[in-house]
């Protein structure tokens, strides 16, 4: 087995104010294509992270993925490898607080799933078949049942492992009066603090569309149904919870008119067992401050369309895209954050043959992913009105293919939320009072490597909260070093930095 190079690389400490710091702790590089590709880490915060990569190389019917355990201060500790069939690929991971879940599977629906503990290295394998025709997306685990959203001949079902007796199971997505086809899951969220599963269902009949919480409790047993949208006339774009105590929930999203797919605000919800206590919607220029990231004339001229449009009786509505975060409660307060971004797309030149030997040149239009402007960051009270919103510039590296969530987030002292984010080449770090006051605004410019002749030529990390204090930021990047002090002038490596900000 050829052996990953490691790099440990020490930075310099960067403190920003006598109030706020942010510090490089450590980094760690790994080569890339030496031997191992499809590099991935999952943080289990005081018990540090597990790091994941597969052998380029295959072993008669299997290839070989490698598990690496590393403490919070990132030295490495035990390593263990896992064999998989060669026809299977890595379709889905899920971490808890203890535990890692990769899910492999192949196009013939065989399936290798493992548990394995992030403390001990422990490693439980379970070897399956899905059922005939099924599709299975996401997966989410709540104690020892796996949860996996699926589709079968276009009805929606949930899919389920239980890890303990290995037996697996299906449990149909109805709802009266709806034909199962015209159902879809909007998505699966597992929810610890009350140990409920809540899955969002799309129900479309006669052009109306409503959105549907199915609730599971912890065994996959289902314990009740509701039509969150009841009353209505906006459908939900998005939707997630953040579980509140006593039976309630706090749910957050984007919504649009029925007649458009287009998303024109932001709404809270509150529920207490399966009914609503309150359902606020917010246009997204309900926000006082969510065109403050634009140039002034591009200010101006929205301004004006919208003077343009109250002369007429009528309300200027602008679609967004947004990555909403689930709620945060503090110091009594709802905090919402979300990220604006929208599609992209590039132009292809391609040519064809025809059977006379003639070509033809066409182009087609080719999505080529989201790119993120701004982010708004609102605080409402206990009843849903909103108090105050904020909103900053964001230009994160790269554009993901998926709506991403860029921004990572910690509470201090249940009074202050800190928000950290890449943007361009810095780190962007903003500190809030509950109340809306910025406590602190820097940028850092990370030192991403120790060698002073180094020069990053391109860079694709992700940034998220690990514990305490602590962030962690991991990806790829493409390093030229101009006097080959490393021994190398170009090289590709995986990198985790370990970030403190407090």
């Not at 879940?101 to 065989?110: L, R």
């Not at 199971?169 to 199962?180: A, K, M, R």
């Not at 599971?216 to 006339?233: A, P, R």
Request: charged share 30%; aromatic share 14%; glycine share 6%.
């Amino acid at each position: 087995m050829k052996k990953i190079k490691l790099l440990i690389l020490t930075l310099c400490v960067c403190t920003i104010t006598t109030q706020a710091q942010v510090e490089s702790k450590k980094r760690i590089e790994f080569e890339l294509k030496e031997g191992y590709a499809s590099h991935d880490l999952a943080k289990f915060k005081e018990n540090g992270l597990l790091f994941y990569a597969k052998s380029t190389s295959k072993k008669g019917k299997t290839r070989e993925w490698k598990i690496e355990k590393y403490s919070n201060n990132l030295e490495l500790g035990s390593t263990k490898t896992i064999d998989i069939p060669k026809d299977q690929d890595l379709d889905e991971t899920y971490t808890s607080d203890t535990d890692l879940y990769m899910f492999f599977n192949s196009k013939k629906g065989e399936y290798t799933f493992f548990k394995i503990n992030a403390k001990t290295l422990k490693i439980d394998r379970i070897e399956g078949k899905l059922p005939s025709k099924a599709q299975v997306y996401e997966i989410h685990v709540l104690d020892n049942i796996v949860f996996f959203d699926a589709v079968i001949k276009k009805s929606p079902m949930l899919f389920t492992l239980d890890i303990r007796s290995k037996e697996q199971g299906l449990v149909p997505i109805d709802l009266s009066g709806y034909d199962s086809k015209k159902l879809s899951i909007e998505d699966v969220q597992v929810v610890d603090e009350s140990k409920e599963v809540l899955v969002y269902i799309n129900a479309y009949s006669k052009k109306v569309h409503n959105m549907y919480v199915i609730k599971f409790d912890h065994s996959g047993n289902k314990k009740s149904t509701f039509n969150i949208t009841k009353g209505h006339e906006m459908k939900l774009s998005s939707i997630s919870a953040s579980y509140i105590g006593k039976g309630a929930y706090i749910y957050t999203g984007t919504y649009s008119p029925k007649s458009s797919s287009s998303s024109v605000g932001v709404y809270l919800c509150k529920t207490v067992g399966d009914n609503v206590s309150f359902f606020k919607f917010y246009k997204f220029l309900d926000f006082d401050n969510f065109l403050s990231y634009l140039p002034e004339k591009k200010k101006a001229k929205i301004e004006k369309k919208k003077k343009k449009k109250a002369a007429k009786g009528k309300e200027l509505k602008l679609s967004y895209l947004m990555a909403s975060h689930d709620i945060e409660v503090v110091d009594g307060k709802f905090l919402y954050i979300g990220e604006a971004h929208y599609a992209t797309y590039r132009t292809e030149t391609y040519t064809t043959r025809g059977a006379n030997g003639t070509t033809t040149t066409s182009t087609r239009r080719v999505f080529d992913g989201y790119r993120y402007t701004h982010a708004t960051l609102a605080g409402f009270d206990e009843k849903g009105e909103k108090l105050w919103d904020s909103t900053f510039e964001m230009w994160p590296g790269y554009k993901p293919f998926y709506h991403k969530k860029f921004i990572t987030t910690s509470i201090v002292n249940d009074r202050k939320i800190n928000l950290l984010f890449s943007s361009r080449n810095e780190i962007n770090a903003i500190s809030f009072h509950t109340n809306g006051q910025v406590n602190n605004e820097n940028s850092y410019s990370l030192i991403e490597t120790e060698n002073e002749t180094d020069k990053v030529k391109s860079s694709y990390s992700n940034m998220e909260f690990w514990y305490d204090k602590y962030f962690i930021a991991h990806g790829s990047q493409k390093i030229k070093d101009k006097e080959k002090t490393g021994g190398k002038k170009k090289r590709r490596v995986y990198f985790i930095n370990k970030i403190s900000y407090l």
